[in-house]
Structures are given as C-alpha cells and as structure tokens.
C-alpha cells in the first residue's frame, strides 16, 4: 500500500514510501483510511519533543475510513461500514495501565498517512451519519479529550467553562458544552477568532493578548467566583491564571502543554478553594464512542480550518507548528 513515512524527528522529513499491506488478524477489521486530522501531539512527535516514538514510522494519529475486510470471527461490522479508528486502540475502556496509554497511533503504531491500518474491531467505532470521513477523522483525540473534560466536571445548565485558544479541543469542547447548555467563556490572541467563536455559540470572549489578566475578566464575568471547568491546554504561561479563575470545587481539567510543560505552582489556592486538578490522557475508545454518539445526536459540525492532500503533510505541519495560525481542526483528505 501507499504511505507517507517521517523518517527523522524533524518537520520537513516525509517521504512517501510503499509498504506492506496489512492483513488483518481474528477479530481485526481492515480501515480503508479516507481521511485524518492533526493533532498538536502529532507536531510535537515530528519535532522530537515527544517520548516513544522510532523512525520511520507513518504519522498522524487520527483517522477515519471504511471498513474494506473483515478478520475472522467479527461480525458487529460489515464491509463498507464507516469507521473512526482510535488513536489509543489498546485501550478499550475503564482504568488504562501503561501499556495501553502509552500505545499510540503516529507514534509507537502504524498512523492514518497511509492507505490501510489493520486495528481491533473494538478499537473502531461507528462514524455519525452526518459527518463526512474529514470531520469524523477529528474526532480521536479532540472530541474525546472535549467529552471528557466536560464529564469531569458534569457539565450541564447553567455550568460555566472556560476555554483557552480557539484550537482544535478548545473548539470541539465549545460545542459540546453549548449543546450540554453551559455558558462558555473563550480566550484567544485574535479578535477575529473570537468572533468565529461567538458564532458557534460563545457568550464571551476574552482576546489574552489585549487583556493579559483574563483571569480577572473571567472573575468579573462570574461575580468573583470563578468557572466550573477550565480546560487548561496553555500549560506553563496560563497555569497560575487557570487556577486564579476557577471557582471553589471547579475542575482545573489539566491537559495542554502548547506554551510549556513547567509550571510553578503556589498550592494554597488549589487547597483552599479545594479544587479539582484533573489530568486527562486523552481517554478510551468506550470515551470516543461516548463522544461520538453525543456528536451525532447534538449535530454537532467539527470545525476544519483547512484540508490537505497526504503529500501536502509538511505544510500542514508547519501550519500548525507556527500556532495561532488555525480555528478549529486541521485534516487530510487520503486520495492516493
Ligand atoms: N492530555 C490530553 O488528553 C490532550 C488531548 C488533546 C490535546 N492535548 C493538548 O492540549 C493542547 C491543545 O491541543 P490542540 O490540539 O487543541 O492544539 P491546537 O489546535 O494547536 O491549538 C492550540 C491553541 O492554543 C492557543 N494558545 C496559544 N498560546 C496561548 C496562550 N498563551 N493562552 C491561551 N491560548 C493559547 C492558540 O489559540 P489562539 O490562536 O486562539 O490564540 C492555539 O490555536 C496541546 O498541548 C495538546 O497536546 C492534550
């Protein structure tokens, strides 16, 4: 089959490559991928800033496609039936041990630049019938990571969520959050996303740039008590003001790392507020079911900045490595 490798941990190094097809095992099914969606995980996989991962290797995580054969003794799928294949598909559901956490797609596993992966049928999960194979390949990390941020803090009416920047889990938790009846604060570093934000459905937008102390704007909009949930994606130059804005017993839902993994942290407001400081990797496929199916039933339509062909993968890369450049998801429509 056709496939895109990278072949060093550097942004320029694909090639396009041909390898062996795979032949799926009992109980596996055979993805035709048709579409994927990046991720920054992925970029910082292509930028040696992520541990695992041995080159060559096909990249990108997430994908979607259609079943093109089924292995022995499957029998919940069908040939033609489409599917969203897991980035995590070695954990199926409940409490991960290492193993099954750290097994990912574009990483340790065989990615979606390529024209067919071979996974478990139980790592797959059936696409919402309104979404093209484009959004349905966004859904891996980013909508279960948004599922699981808005169930960790039960998010419902009347639940306040902050979310910080307008990339792909910010965008993806925003509808989820609007479609659970939650009122929604978003930050951004251009006025110009923040009101592509309004249009999904923010009730107020904060642009970190011009107000730096966006925690205090997130206090003033909540009579000083702050949100229920921050999904806090900024990591080290966001942290402290993260903590500053959620409210007593809010959920401090800690996943990102886009400015930094270091933190210092003063521990008195998480004790005295008796916050809920909630790590997240990025979760199990019985979440991504989860998350899909509350996609279909809410019409929920993934954001895509941009589409790229497969050999169009270190621009796309590059969009997204520059940051502040995309709304939403970035994805690859597969035409080998
Ligand atoms: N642990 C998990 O389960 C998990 C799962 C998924 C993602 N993540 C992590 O979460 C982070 C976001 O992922 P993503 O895929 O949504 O990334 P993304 O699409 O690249 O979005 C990143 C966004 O961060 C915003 N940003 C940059 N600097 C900021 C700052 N100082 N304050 C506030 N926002 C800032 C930018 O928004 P503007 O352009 O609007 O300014 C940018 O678009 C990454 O670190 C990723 O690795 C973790």
Same mark, same amino acid.
């Given at each position: 089959m056709k496939a895109i490798e990278? +072949?060093?941990?550097?942004?320029?190094?694909f090639r396009a490559a041909t390898v062996a097809t795979p032949e799926p095992q009992r109980g596996e099914v055979l993805v035709r991928l048709r579409a994927a969606s990046l991720n920054f995980v992925d970029v910082a996989v292509a930028s040696g800033n992520y541990p695992g991962p041995s080159f060559p290797l096909i990249p990108v995580a997430d994908g979607a496609g259609e079943i093109a054969a089924l292995g022995e003794g499957v029998t919940k799928y069908a040939v033609g039936d489409r599917v969203i294949a897991h980035a995590?598909?070695?954990? @199926?559901?409940?409490r991960p041990r290492p193993y099954e956490m750290t097994q990912m797609r574009g990483l340790t596993l065989p990615g979606s630049l390529a024209e067919y992966v071979a996974l478990p049928a139980n790592a797959v999960v059936p696409t919402p019938a309104h979404l093209s194979f484009e959004a349905a390949a966004t859904l891996p990390i980013a909508a279960t990571t948004a599922w699981n941020a808005t169930r960790a803090a039960d998010v419902g009416p009347g639940s306040v969520v902050v979310l910080l920047g307008t990339g792909g889990v910010s965008i993806l938790t925003l509808q989820l959050a609007k479609a659970a009846g939650a009122t929604v604060i978003i930050t951004s570093s251009s006025d110009e996303k923040l009101e592509r934000a309004r249009a999904l459905g923010a009730d107020h937008l904060i642009n970190y740039r011009t107000t730096p102390d966006w925690d205090g704007k997130v206090l003033k909009l909540t009579d000083d008590l702050g949100?229920?949930? @921050?999904? #806090? +994606?900024?990591?080290s130059a966001t942290f402290a003001r993260a903590v500053n804005a959620t409210?007593?017993?809010? +959920?401090?839902f800690t996943i990102g790392?886009? +400015?930094?993994? #270091?933190a210092m942290v003063d521990l008195l407001p998480i004790i005295i507020k008796a916050l809920r400081v909630v790590g997240n990797n990025t979760g199990s496929v019985s979440d991504l079911r989860d998350a899909a199916r509350a996609i279909g039933a809410a019409g929920i339509e993934p954001v895509i900045d941009k589409v790229y062909s497969q050999d169009r993968a270190a621009e796309a890369y590059a969009h997204m490595a520059a940051?502040?450049?995309?709304?939403g998801k970035l994805a690859f429509r597969l035409e080998w």
């Open positions: 990278l +072949t060093a941990p550097r942004l320029d190094a995590k598909p070695r954990w @199926i559901g409940g949100a229920d949930l @921050i999904v #806090e +994606t900024g990591g409210a007593p017993g809010g +959920t401090l790392f886009v +400015t930094g993994a #270091e940051g502040g450049r995309h709304f």
